[in-house]
């Protein structure tokens, strides 16, 4: 079975993400979105929220679970029986600062990660831009899945 784990802080989860995710389900036999607690990192959403907005743009795919962690990536791929690591390149910078961490990510483990390119359509947008968005009382709804909305 070819488990995959898509990590981040998903604050909030956009287009972007739900494309490669979407992309990935056919790759993968499971796909499990790992939402990252940093208690450096302050969030616009809560963990709940932000888990909720996943969950419910994916309810209809028995392929992806919904999970949060603390630490290290590869300690939770170890923990769970996942042998990759599923990202998103939006552009240079993104797979340069990928790049560094899928290698150190198998100087330690096997564990491979496996990257997509995100859609054309998609590649500009990202979730510090989304935020950036709505505190400015933007329209943020074309930026991210139907579930994400701001009270």
Do not use: W
């Not at 604050?11 to 990252?36: C, M, N, Q, Y």
């Not at 290290?72 to 769970?80: A, E, P, Q």
């Not at 993104?94 to 790049?99: S, Y």
């Amino acid at each position: 079975m070819r488990k995959a784990i898509f990590p981040g802080s998903f604050d909030p989860i956009t287009l972007g993400h739900e494309d490669i995710i979407k992309r990935g389900v056919s790759l993968f036999d499971e796909i499990v979105i790992a939402i990252g607690v940093n208690a450096e990192k302050k969030y616009m959403f809560s963990l709940e929220e932000r888990k909720r907005f996943i969950e419910e743009t994916f309810k209809d795919e028995p392929k992806v679970t919904v999970i949060t962690y603390e630490g290290l990536t590869i300690d939770l791929c170890h923990r769970i029986k996942a042998d990759f690591i599923l990202r998103g390149l939006r552009n240079p910078a993104d797979f340069e600062f990928e790049k560094a961490i899928a290698h150190t990510n198998r100087h330690l483990s096997k564990i491979e990660t496996v990257f997509l390119l995100t859609a054309a359509r998609t590649s500009y947008i990202s979730s510090s831009i989304v935020r950036d968005v709505i505190r400015n009382g933007g329209e943020y709804q074309m930026l991210v899945p139907k579930a994400v909305r701001v009270k």
